[in-house]
Each structure stands twice: as C-alpha cells, then as structure tokens.
Nanobody, 121 residues
C-alpha cells in the first residue's frame, strides 16, 4: 500500500514563508512526477507545481518566483517552498504522484490527504 503524507502547513502572516513536505511510503518501485495542487474554499483544485523524476519543474504562471518545488528521490519526498505568501494563497495543499509499485504493473496516481495553509492579513 502506497501513501502520500503532507506536512508543514499552518497559519502564517502575509509576506511570510512556509515549506511543505510530501513523503511517499510503501512498496514503491519508482516515483514519476510529483505535483502540488491546492484548493481554496469554493474553488476548483488547481495545479501549483510539478517536478519530474529527473528534476525538471513547471509552475502555475501566477506563482512563478514565489514558490519553489524540489524533491529528494532518496527520501521519496517532495517539497514546496512558499515565499512572500499572500492571503489568496490560503488553501488546502495536496501532493500527487505517479507511482509504480512493480515492473508488472503500470504507474498509478496517488494523492495525499492535504495540508491546510492559511495566510492572514
């Protein structure tokens, strides 16, 4: 059984920073891309950032320059460094990954339970 567990959310003032972590555990053969999504109240879930297994990254245009995604493949962990946070960054942040558990099976999509980020003015 594969699990993704996020941590690092919390309450921060506008202009502050937070670092989210996402740890994948279980019977893992290979982790492909790892992504961060967020969902604000009353809004659709949106893609924040993606990092491929080789380290290439992509960001939502509106977040470039403030958010940085990284990963440590040895630890099966992805990070999201969020700087200069704004009130509108308030949301539940979710980790997502494509994970392969054996050579006999394809890669499947896994989601974490989410971590709340609240930015106060």
């Amino acid at each position: 059984q594969v699990q993704l567990v996020e941590s690092g959310g919390g309450l921060v003032q506008a202009g502050g920073s937070l670092r989210l972590s996402c740890v994948a555990s279980g019977s893992i053969l290979r982790i492909n891309a790892m992504d961060w999504y967020r969902q604000a109240p009353g809004k659709q879930r949106e893609l924040v950032a993606t990092i491929a297994s080789g380290g290439s990254t992509n960001y939502a245009d509106s977040l470039k320059g403030r958010f940085t995604v990284s990963r440590d493949n040895a630890k099966n962990t992805a990070y999201l460094q969020m700087n200069s946070l704004k009130v509108e960054d308030t949301a539940v942040y979710y980790c997502h990954a494509g994970i392969r558990t054996s050579w006999a099976s394809p890669s499947y999509s896994y989601w974490g339970q989410g971590t709340q980020v609240t930015v106060s003015s």
